[in-house]
Structure formats: structure tokens, C-alpha cells
């Protein structure tokens, strides 16, 4: 996951920053010495799907995306273009973990993306994790998983070899420094995301889950995304903004700072696509 580019027979330093000016990316380029065409090679980049849940979570992205195709694929529309100088593919998946996970398949079959970022707002589960705080994924557990009949953990799916799905590392690393760039006056927690096709909006609920799982904040996609990244070989991210304390609280909460945590998470997002 470099973001480099691969050159055949050459050194690869000596037209990284070519294929940068010319601005060409994931295309076999001719390869001249004085007039004659000496060999060839390739620009590979590191393309990042974005999924958002909501249009909301992902407007921003696509009104700046250069160049947009709209691709759409079963009720998704996925725009295909440069942001920032690099080619991204941006989807509204539509809420909660079916579409979440549909979106992936989507992504990994028909656009061959590298990597994939979920973005989006969340409830946080901690004290410490304001409103408006970003959150990155260290890794996501579906908490409305219950096959304890079986003798699973609770939220563990059934013969799968993991119990929770871990987020890429170097993605992870790579949207701290950008967050450290885009967003310096936010804080930036690392944790267990939890996912669940339900609004937490209770603290007896929020209790449980702190209890069952101790994640860090809750939403409805996160974690399907990530099982269906983790089964096509993908690295994957998922990043939220708080926009409510996932209680009592939470309706109201959510609906005046959804706006402020889009604006932070999106940032970052802007940020990643250029930094892989
Ligand atoms: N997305 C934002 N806030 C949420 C909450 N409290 N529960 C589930 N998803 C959310």
C-alpha cells in the first residue's frame, strides 16, 4: 500500500515524480530514450473506495470530485474521479449492514479498489469522546450477533475464524497524520467500533454495550463493511465523527452536530485519498 508506482526495468525512483506531474495514474506509459521508445511502464496507485451511509456523509466528496463517472449498481450510485489529483471511488451505500456490506462486494467486483474507507458520524460510548471528536477504527464487532446458543461469544459470527475485524495498519497510520494536518484542533481516539442494524438511543443499551464489547463508538455499517472487506483480501478503515453520546440524548444531539461531524470527518477523508 505505498501509493507508488511500479516501473518495469527501470529504477523507481526516477519516474515517481513524473507520473506525478503528468498527472497519469495506473496506465502503462512508453518509456523514450532520445525519440525511441526503450521500454514501458506502469503507474500503479493505491485507489480508495469511500463509503458513506448517508448522502449526507459523502456530498462533499463527490461536489469536488474532477472528472466524476456515476456508475450505478443495485440502487448505488458510485462516482468514479479524481480528488485531489487521485482516482477515488465515491458510494452512498444506504444505512445499516446489508447495504454496507453490498457496497463492498460492489466495490471490490466491478472497480477493483485497494483499499476501503467507511466514513460517516457515530454515538460514542466513552465519556472521554466528545462531540465532534474523530474517531479511527482499530477494529469493528457486530454487537447484534447473538449465537451464544452455540456457545459463540456474543457478537461472534458463527465459523469465522476471527471475532472481530481489524482495520488496516497502515491506513490507520496514515489518517492520524492527516487528521494531525486537516483537523489539529480535534481529538483523534483509536478503538473497537460497534455495528448494529439499531440507532443506540438509550443508556441502558449504551451500558450493555460497554459492557459486552467495550468499544469506543457505535453505528450501523462500520463493522459489515469491514467483514466483507476482510473476506475479499481488502484493507479497510472505518473513521467517524461523533455526533451524539448514544443515549437519552442522542436524537437531539444528532441532529445539531451531524453537520460539524461530517465537515471533520470528511477533511480526513479528503486527506487519505491523497496521502495513499
Ligand atoms: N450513528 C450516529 N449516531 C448513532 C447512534 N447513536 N447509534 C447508531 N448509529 C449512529
Redo the contacts with the bound molecule.
Sequence with gaps: MSGGYGIIGTPNKVFASLADTLSVQGVWVPLRTEGKITGVFRTEVFMLGIIGAMAEEVELLKEEMEQPRIISVAGMDFYKGMVGGREAVVVRSGVGKVNGAMCVQILADRFGVDGIVNT????SLKAEIDIGDLVLATDAVQHDVDATQFSYPLGQIPQMKVFSFEADGRLRAAAAECCRQVNPDIHVHEGRILT?D????SKEKKAWLVQNFGGVC???EGAAIAQAAYLNGIPFLIVRAI??K?DDS?QMD?EEFERLAIIHSTNLTRALIKAV
Design positions: 460517516g458520524i457515530a454515538g448494529g439499531q440507532f443506540v438511543s457505535t453505528e450501523m455526533s451524539d448514544a442522542a444528532y
